[in-house]
C-alpha cells in the first residue's frame, strides 16, 4: 500500500474536532456560543471509543476505529465522554474521527517506525475510507478553503508588528458676516468652501509597553483669518501642508515620537518632529479635544497654554503616583520643546523654546482639576507669541520684539452624570518684551458641556462659550485691547456607525478682535470623519 494512499486531510485531532463541529448545522443551531466555549477550553485526550457515551456501536465501522483508537489513540473528546447532547454519533463526525486516525497513522509511516502499523489496520483503514469517501471529501474542501483564506488574510496583512490608523475628514465650512474685523473696510466672502484632512498613522512596539509612532498628514482647509479678519475664527482642522502649494494636500510627515517607561510611574515620550503638548497630557476637556470629533473651532478644544509648549522636537516626562487611601491619582507633567530644529544655527535651546508643567489632580471620580505652567522663549523680531492664534491681532503680536512669557493656566472637569461632562479654564500670560521694559498682560478662559448618546446613542451635543485670549494691560501704544470678544459654539455630532461621524457646528464670534465697532462673524461647517 502506497504512502500517498495516507496523505488524506492531515489534521490535528483538535483542529479536526472544531471542523466537524461547525459542519453539523443541526447542532449549531441548538448550541449556543458560550456553550461552545466553555467546554472548548476543557478539551482532553481520549482513548478509547466506548468512552463517547453518544456512538452507538451497531456499526462494524465502530468496532473497527475503536481498535484504531485504542492502539493509536488519535481522536480526541471532552472530559465528560460526550460529543454533544443525547444522541448518536453522524457521519460527518465519524468521519472527522477516521480522519484523525489516518492522520496518526501517517505520522508514524513518516517516521519509519518499525512495527507501528499493522498490515491489517492499514486493510481496516482503507475500508473505512472507502466507506465515508464522501464525507471525508467534504471535510477536505471545507478545509481548503479555510486554508487558502488563511493564506489571503496573511498575504494582505500588513505586519505583525505595526499597526496602521488613519483619519480623513471631509468638511464643508464657510465664513458668513457683513465687514471683516480687520479695520480694512472689506465684505466678508460668504462663500462655502469643500476641503479635506488626510492622517495615516503608523504605530509599533518593540517591548509591548513602548510605542513609536510615525504620521503622515495631507490637508487643504484654510485658516479663515483672512477671509473672516481675524483668528478667532479659526477652526479645529485647519491648516495647508507646510511643504505644499498654495493648495496644500501634498503628504508630509508631521509627528515622529517615541514613548517608554523609564521607571514604574515614569513614562518618558521623545518627539523628534510635530511636538503637541495636548498629545503629552492631560488637556482636561475630553469630549472636545479631538480636531477630528470634538469642537468645530480652534480656541474651543483646549487653553491655549497646551500650544505655548508646541514646536518641533522635545521631550516629555510623566510622574504617575497614587495617594495612600485614594483611588484617583496625582500626575506630575514635565516637558521641554525646541523650535526651528532644521536650522543648526539655532541650536536645542536658541531658537523659539518653552519648559512646561503640569499637575493633575483627581479628588474623586468625577472632579479631575490642574494647574498648568510655561515659561516660553520667542525669537520673533515682530513680536509675535505662541498663543495658539486664537486670539486678538494684539495677543498674538503683544509686544514688539523678543520676549520671554510667563503663562499660567487652571482647567478643571466635572461630570455631572454618566454623560455629561462639564469642563473649563482660565488663563493669563505675562509678556515681557527682551532688552526694555516693554510689557503685556493677557488672560482668557472658557467652558464647555457636553452630552453623550443626546437624541441617539453615540451622538454628542456640545455647547462652548468663552473669552478668546485678550490683551488686558500694555504699556505699548495701541496694543491694549479696549472690548471684550464673546465666543459661541455649539455642534452636534452624530455618529453613524464605528467609523463614520457627521458633526454640524455653529461658530459665533461677537466683537471680534475685542472690539464693540466690528460686526458678528459666523462660521458654519458640517465634519464629516472617517476613522480606518
Given amino acids: 500500500m502506497t504512502k500517498g494512499f495516507f496523505n488524506l486531510l492531515k489534521l490535528s485531532p483538535v483542529v479536526l474536532a472544531a471542523t466537524f463541529f461547525a459542519a453539523n448545522s443541526a447542532v449549531a443551531e441548538q448550541t449556543t456560543v458560550a456553550q461552545l466555549s466553555n ?13 463517547f457515551s453518544d456512538v452507538q456501536p451497531t456499526d462494524w465501522a465502530f468496532q473497527a476505529v475503536q481498535s484504531l483508537v485504542e492502539r493509536y489513540g488519535c481522536i480526541a473528546g471532552y472530559p465528560n465522554g460526550t460529543f454533544r447532547g443525547n444522541r448518536a454519533m453522524t457521519r460527518y463526525e465519524f468521519a472527522a474521527g477516521l480522519n484523525a486516525c489516518l ?53 494582505k496583512q500588513f505586519s505583525t508588528t505595526a499597526k496602521l490608523k488613519g483619519e480623513a475628514i471631509f468638511a464643508a465650512s464657510g465664513v458668513f458676516g457683513d465687514q471683516k474685523a480687520d479695520g480694512s473696510g472689506d465684505e466678508i466672502d460668504n462663500n462655502v468652501i469643500l476641503s ?21 498628514q495631507a490637508r487643504n482647509t484654510p485658516k479663515f483669518d483672512g477671509t473672516a479678519g481675524t483668528k478667532m475664527a479659526r477652526l479645529g482642522f485647519d491648516g495647508i501642508t507646510k511643504d505644499g502649494d498654495g493648495n496644500g494636500n501634498n503628504v508630509e510627515i508631521d509627528k515622529i515620537n517615541y514613548a517608554f517607561n523609564l521607571a514604574k510611574g515614569v513614562r518618558v515620550k521623545v518627539d523628534a518632529a510635530g511636538a503637541e503638548m495636548q498629545d503629552n497630557t492631560n488637556v482636561f476637556n475630553p469630549v472636545f479635544k479631538s480636531s477630528g470629533g470634538g469642537a468645530i473651532s ?59 508643567g503640569q499637575v493633575d489632580f ?12 510655561a515659561r516660553a522663549y520667542e525669537d520673533s523680531t515682530s513680536g509675535k507669541i ?12 503683544p509686544v514688539s520684539g523678543k520676549s520671554n512669557t510667563n503663562h499660567y493656566s487652571l482647567m478643571a472637569s466635572y461630570k455631572l452624570n454618566k454623560k455629561t461632562i462639564l469642563s473649563g479654564w482660565y488663563g493669563i500670560a505675562d509678556v515681557n518684551e527682551i532688552g526694555n521694559s516693554n510689557q503685556s498682560d493677557i488672560n482668557y478662559w472658557a467652558a464647555s458641556l457636553g452630552i453623550k448618546d443626546f437624541g441617539a446613542k453615540g451622538n454628542t451635543l456640545g455647547l462652548i462659550f468663552g473669552q478668546p485670549p485678550k490683551v488686558t494691560d500694555s504699556n505699548i501704544a495701541g496694543k491694549e485691547d479696549s472690548d471684550t470678544s464673546y465666543h459661541l459654539e455649539a455642534l452636534y455630532k452624530m455618529k453613524l456607525n464605528k467609523r463614520i461621524a457627521v458633526t ?16 458678528t462673524v459666523y462660521v458654519g461647517t458640517v465634519r464629516t470623519t472617517f476613522k480606518f
Fill in 386 to 397: 505662541n498663543i495658539g492664534s486664537t486670539g486678538s491681532s494684539n495677543a498674538n503680536t
Fill in 298 to 356: 480652534r480656541y474651543g478644544r483646549f487653553s491655549p497654554i497646551y500650544r505655548v509648549a508646541n514646536g518641533d522636537a522635545g521631550v516629555t516626562v510623566n510622574f504617575g503616583t497614587k495617594k495612600k487611601k485614594s483611588r484617583s491619582p496625582i500626575i506630575l507633567t514635565a516637558a521641554y520643546i525646541t523650535d526651528n530644529q532644521n536650522d543648526p544655527a539655532d541650536g536645542a535651546f536658541s531658537g523659539n523654546n518653552a519648559f512646561f
Fill in 103 to 155: 492522520d496518526r497513522v501517517n505520522e508514524l509511516i513518516a517516521s519509519a517506525t518499525a512495527n507501528a502499523v499493522t498490515k491489517e489496520d492499514l486493510a481496516t483503514l482503507e475500508r473505512l475510507q472507502d466507506e465515508f469517501s464522501a464525507e471525508l471529501a467534504t471535510l477536505r474542501g471545507r478545509v481548503d478553503g479555510l486554508e487558502v483564506r488563511t493564506e489571503e488574510l496573511e498575504a
Fill in 196 to 216: 479635506n484632512r488626510v492622517r495615516l498613522k503608523l504605530e509599533s512596539s518593540f517591548t509591548g509597553k513602548d510605542k513609536l509612532q510615525v504620521r503622515l
Fill in 362 to 373: 483627581a479628588p474623586s471620580k468625577k472632579f479631575n482639576v490642574g494647574f498648568a505652567y
Fill in 504 to 519: 454640524p457646528g455653529l461658530l459665533v464670534i461677537f466683537n471680534p478682535e475685542h472690539n464693540n465697532n466690528n460686526d
Fill in 39 to 51: 467546554e472548548a477550553n476543557s478539551i482532553g485526550q481520549v482513548t478509547s471509543v466506548s468512552q
